[in-house]
């Protein structure tokens, strides 16, 4: 309605992302993950290794992360016992956004005979599968991500667009007076 107001919670945080308990906001401020109070309070450092996206599990205890945009690494650290655990280290370098997570675990963007392949990282059995091949060209770097629908039957990934290159060739010449035609 244009009459909301704005907090400022601080000018180092990025990537925020609200817990589902509504009272806590989780950020990254350089390689850190920190929790900060809504209602105020003072921000806690709950990892040294965070990257972006982070997700939280729908119960409030897990949290998930990358480490970190060129990092291969997909983590789950637990906020009650604060034990940190890496799921998957076969995300495609650079793509550290392409993941997400679902109740049963986590899709991610991996590799296969050199080719990107969408693949589950299962929480059952702490295994990884194949889900499908990765149609087209991967996206640039850090330009990817993956969402999931709320129930969990769809995946929706960032595909690059195949463009003709639109690179020209020029040929300079210099004039007598020194000056590039």
């Known amino acids: 309605h244009g009459d909301a107001t704005v907090k400022r919670i601080s000018p180092i945080y990025t990537d925020p992302y609200e817990g589902p308990d509504g009272r806590s906001l989780f950020?990254?401020?350089?390689?850190?993950?920190?929790?900060?109070?809504?209602?105020g309070g003072n921000a806690q450092e709950v990892t040294?290794?965070?990257?972006?996206?982070?997700?939280?599990?729908?119960?409030?205890?897990?949290?998930?992360?990358?480490?970190?945009?060129?990092?291969?690494?997909?983590?789950?650290?637990?906020?009650?016992?604060?034990?940190?655990?890496?799921?998957?280290?076969?995300?495609?370098?650079?793509?550290?956004?392409?993941?997400?997570?679902?109740?049963?675990?986590?899709?991610?963007?991996?590799?296969?005979?050199?080719?990107p392949t969408i693949r589950f990282f299962e929480f059952v059995n702490d295994k990884e599968k194949h889900i499908a091949d990765f149609g087209g060209e991967l996206p640039q770097v850090e330009m990817s991500g993956f969402g999931i629908s709320p129930d969990g039957k769809r995946l929706w990934v960032v595909r690059a667009i195949p463009t003709a290159s639109d690179l020209k060739t020029t040929a300079f010449r210099s004039s007598r007076d020194g000056q590039e035609n």
């Open 27 to 39: 950020a990254r401020a350089h390689f850190f993950i920190y929790r900060i109070p809504r209602l």
């Open 48 to 115: 040294e290794q965070g990257g972006s996206p982070i997700a939280q599990s729908d119960d409030g205890r897990y949290l998930y992360f990358s480490h970190g945009r060129m990092s291969t690494t997909i983590a789950r650290l637990d906020l009650q016992s604060g034990h940190q655990d890496e799921l998957t280290p076969s995300l495609v370098p650079g793509h550290s956004d392409a993941w997400a997570l679902s109740s049963r675990g986590v899709f991610f963007l991996g590799e296969e005979q050199n080719k």
